[in-house]
C-alpha cells in the first residue's frame, strides 16, 4: 500500500506478554488509526491520532495503548496480551482519497496463545 | 497481507450482471459515506465516496445511491468481473475528528 506499512506482519505471543505493533508512513498525514478485524465485527476503531502525541481512544481501546513521538510513526501496545486480542490489525492514514478517505496498510494478524 | 475468515453476508451474481450492494447506516447526523473494497490477504481499499447534500454520485462502473430519509446505502457496480470478488464494506463519517465508523461488511461472489 503506498505511503503506508506495518511492521510485523504476523506474530504469535503468549498471554500476559507486552507486544508493539508498528505504523509507517511516509507522507506526512496529520491522522492515523489503528482498527482491529474480527469475524462479525467488522472493522472496529481501537486508538487514533491526530497529530505527534495528540492521541485520543476509540471504540475498543480497553487493554490497548498507543503512542505518536513523530509523525511517521504510530505505535499500538497491548501491555499484557491476552486471547481476546488475537485479531487482524490494521492502521490507515487519512490521505483525502476522495474527501475524507483513508488508505489502510496491509494488516497484522497477532496470535495470543 | 491480511484479511479475515469473516462470517458475512453474501451477494453471489453472474458475471456480466450488475451487483447491488446495500447497507443500512446507524447516524442520522452522519454527513460523509465511504464504500470500502477489501480483497483476500489486502487491507481495505477506497472506491467512491458521498456527501449528504447529494443522493447520488457515480465513478468508472460503480454508483453509489444514498437516501438519507430511512438511511440506507448502496453500491451499484456494472457489469461485475471475477476481479470485483471481495468484502464490501459502507462506512459513515461521524464524531469528532471525522472519525469513520464501519459496517459488517458483505460478501461479492462473482460466478463465471
Known sequence: D?????????????????VTLRCHQTENHRYMYWYRQDPGHGLRLIHYSYGVKDT?????????????????D???TLESATSSQTSVYFCAIRDGQGVLGYTFGSGTRLTVV | GESVGLHLPTLSVQEGDN???????????SDYFIWYK????????FIIDIRSNMDKRQG???????????????????????????????????GANSKLTFGKGITLSVRP
Open chain 1, 2 to 18: 503506498a505511503g503506508i506499512t506495518q511492521s510485523p506482519r504476523h506474530k504469535v505471543t503468549e498471554t500476559g506478554t507486552p
Open chain 1, 56 to 72: 485520543d481512544k476509540g471504540e475498543v481501546s480497553d487493554g490497548y495503548s498507543v503512542s505518536r513521538s513523530k509523525t511517521e
Open chain 1, 74 to 76: 504510530f505505535l499500538l
Open chain 2, 19 to 29: 451487483s447491488i450492494i446495500n447497507c443500512a447506516y446507524s447516524n442520522s447526523a
Open chain 2, 38 to 45: 477489501q480483497e483476500s490477504g489486502k487491507g481495505p481499499q
Open chain 2, 60 to 94: 468508472q462502473r460503480v454508483t453509489v445511491l444514498l437516501n438519507k430519509t430511512v438511511k440506507h446505502l448502496s453500491l451499484q457496480i456494472a457489469a461485475t468481473q471475477p476481479g470485483d470478488s471481495a468484502v464490501y464494506f459502507c462506512a459513515e463519517k461521524s
